[in-house]
């Protein structure tokens, strides 16, 4: 089983940045599939990024170009980059992981969630 610990959030003007991090605890961390994923209020939670044990990404089209996933196994954390935010990226951010080789972008088939943060970004 691995925990993880999502931080970084906050209130950001249009146009700025933020980094978040997932800080992962309780299993070999680069045996995991790692991704964030979106939800705001009334929407379904979606796909951001995600990031293979070895380093491969991928992106949603929403964020191609202004973010980027990276992570640091020997500290067993993974981050988010995020650039020229935009009101429309409003929501709170989970880190998620599943433990294979294999990218799937679909939520249920993450077991392990973080809590949530908070990324609101003001007009």
């Known amino acids: 089983q691995v925990q993880l610990v999502e931080s970084g959030g906050g209130l950001v003007q249009a146009g700025g940045s933020l980094r978040l991090s997932c800080a992962a605890s309780?299993?070999?961390?680069?045996?995991?599939?790692m991704a964030w994923f979106r939800q705001a209020p009334g929407q379904e939670r979606e796909f951001v990024a995600a990031?293979?044990?070895?380093?491969?990404?991928y992106y949603a089209d929403s964020v191609k170009g202004r973010s980027t996933i990276s992570r640091d196994n020997a500290k067993n954390t993974v981050y988010v980059q995020m650039d020229s935010l935009k009101p429309e990226d409003t929501a709170v951010y989970y880190c998620?992981?599943?433990?294979?080789?294999?990218?799937?972008?679909?939520?249920?088939?993450?077991?392990?969630w973080g809590q949530g943060t908070q990324v609101t970004v003001s007009s």
């Open positions: 309780g299993d070999t961390f680069s045996l995991y599939y």
């Open positions: 990031i293979s044990g070895s380093g491969s990404t």
């Open positions: 998620a992981a599943r433990r294979s080789t294999r990218l799937v972008i679909t939520p249920p088939l993450y077991g392990h």
